[in-house]
């Protein structure tokens, strides 16, 4: 059972692998569909910049990245290892003593500060 779990993990990993290269050597974010929320309003989604701070990221340009989406640039990675500790506990069967679960208040403050920065970053 749990080597079919682990099986699955492994194929996640190299699918992540493979689209972060694809990512990096493509020449940008260029052909990428680009975000639908702008497409239709203008205004710019918590996400925007995203693919494209990941892009800068990648290829060692912090700064850069920050100033395409910095509250994406500073949850993103967090959420990563939120994802790794909860994917690791699921291959072994059973939950890891430590886990980034952030509870009711947490999700609410993340919530509020997510909107904020989408309001602000129109405004701006």
């Given at each position: ?20 290269y ?40 912090v ?8 509250v ?53």
């Amino acid at each position: 059972m749990h080597k079919d779990r682990a099986l699955w993990v492994l194929l996640g990993a190299l699918a992540m692998v493979g689209a972060a290269y694809a990512l990096r050597e493509t020449g940008g974010a260029g052909w990428m569909p680009g975000c639908a929320f702008r497409k239709l309003t203008g205004l710019d989604c918590p996400g925007c910049g995203m693919t494209r701070g990941t892009y800068a990221m990648l290829h060692g340009r912090v700064a850069e990245a920050f100033a395409f989406n910095p509250v994406g640039m500073i949850l993103f990675p967090l959420a990563l290892i939120a994802l790794g500790i909860e994917v690791i506990g699921w291959v072994r069967g059973k939950p890891m003593p430590f886990r980034l679960n952030p509870g009711r208040w947490g999700a609410t403050i993340l919530a509020v500060v997510l909107i904020v920065f989408w309001i602000v970053r129109n405004l701006v």
